[in-house]
């Protein structure tokens, strides 16, 4: 105001109401630009502070769901003492569940030979642990129509496609793991009761 004042002394009435209405105008803009950094500086320490909480959750997450380092595991399957073939014409899989039920699953696809390697999620491995193993595996057959459908045929007994009947049990250690899983087809095991 003492700005407006002085300009007063010195300028015409006309030049001294624009003059006053300036400094004020000016005076009000310097104390929103001040609010406005204020806003401004709030924000960005909320953003900051947002941002760094996320990244310790993600960080926290990412190491709570690796559970440590993961242990590779890898086996070969057979069926009758025979590998058993996955690829094209078999869909054939291994499943390892954690005998606690916490954890995570891992799951392996059977190659051509019955090898299989198990993966958590997208990373190759799986925890340290106990766990039980389902396989399954099931020939595929082409429709015979044109367009149609295929289907399946069962080449595994199914106890040993659920966890409550599966007698696959494995010890997972840190390192290297080799679990060679031995099945009987359906008509084998079934012929021994």
Known sequence: MSTGESIKRFDSAGATATEQRNSATSGGDR???????VTVARWRQRVCHSLALSVAAFLLLVAAGCGGDLAEVTGVVTIDGKPLRGGEGMH?????????????????ILSEDGVYRLS???????????????????????????????SGRRVTDPKYASVKTSDLRFT???GKNQCDIALESPSASSGRH
């Open 31 to 37: 104390m929103d630009s001040s609010q406005q950094f």
């Open 92 to 108: 054939a899989t291994v499943f390892f569940q954690p005998v606690a039920g916490q954890g995570a699953n891992a799951a392996g």
């Open 120 to 150: 958590t999620g997208s990373q190759q491995g799986v925890a340290p642990g106990e766990y039980v193993a389902t396989c399954s595996a099931s020939e595929i057959i082409p429709s015979t129509t044109p367009g149609g459908t295929p």
């Open 172 to 174: 997972i250690e840190p």
